[in-house]
């Protein structure tokens, strides 16, 4: 798959990265083409760099890790996005004391507003990029999930198997409006591996459990409340 990285900083390194050394075709773009240039001498595996406009031409997934900057600022014209699966990766930032906003619009969907003309995808915001370090292996041992929301459903489908590719357990989180919850998820995780328990190895996962074999407590009853 051809890959193009909007924004070659943690995140846009670290998985454009893992996805070349997974066979993929990845453009590492930057404001500064030399910062592309660069970061894809250190990736290797035949990698190329330059500007976010060339990444965005040259990928048929984008990474967008640019936090809330309007693509309008970020491309000479967000044209280049037109039919690209865009993956939104970015949280909000950290307010003082973590005391978050409740989220009505997600930066994910406030995204897709800018750009209707791309596939938005949420996705990957809810580890550490210290958790990318751990990819594709021993991280797969340990079924980190990936959340995944967006409206397009094929476009889903290619974003979990990226995330698959990688190590990762993508879960299927429908809608581009759940990213709201998934940013909410990013932000609690945050709040508990900086803040409770300062390792930046803490995750985020579903995990389905086996069915109980006998109902002890009298099973899910129904509820009475009126
Ligand atoms: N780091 C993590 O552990 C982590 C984990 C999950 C999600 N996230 C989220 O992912 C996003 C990126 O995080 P990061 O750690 O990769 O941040 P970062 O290392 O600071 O990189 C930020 C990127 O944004 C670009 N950028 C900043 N301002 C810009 C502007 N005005 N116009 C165009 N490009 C601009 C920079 O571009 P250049 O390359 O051109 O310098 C850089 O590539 C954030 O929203 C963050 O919350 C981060």
Not at 119 to 126: C, D, E, G, M, P
């Amino acid at each position: 798959m051809k890959i193009g990285i909007i924004g070659s900083g943690n995140m846009g390194r670290s998985l454009g990265i893992l996805w070349a050394e997974q066979g993929h075709n990845v453009f590492f773009g930057a404001r500064d083409l030399e910062k592309g240039k660069a970061v894809a001498e250190l990736a290797g595996h035949g990698t190329n760099g330059g500007t976010n406009d060339e990444a965005a031409i040259f990928g048929d997934v984008l990474l967008y890790s640019v936090r809330g900057v309007n693509p309008v600022e970020v491309f000479s014209s967000t044209e280049v996005l037109s039919g690209k699966i865009l993956i939104d990766c970015n949280n909000f930032d950290i307010p003082e004391g973590f005391a978050f906003q409740p989220i009505v619009q997600s930066l994910a969907e406030k995204l897709a507003a800018e750009v209707p003309n791309a596939l938005v995808v949420k996705a990957f915001n809810t580890m550490a990029q210290e958790v990318f370090e751990l990819a594709p292996t021993p991280l797969k041992d340990y079924e980190v999930s990936v959340f995944v929301a967006g409206d397009d459903a094929q476009a889903r489908q290619v974003v979990m198997s990226l995330a698959e590719d990688i190590g990762f357990a993508p879960v299927d989180c429908g809608a581009l409006r759940n990213a709201r919850m998934i940013e909410g998820a990013g932000d609690f995780i945050r709040f508990l591996l900086i803040s409770q328990l300062q390792n930046p190895y803490a995750t985020i996962s579903v995990k389905i459990l086996p069915q109980a074999q006998q109902q002890r407590l009298g099973g899910r009853q129904t509820s009475n409340l009126h």
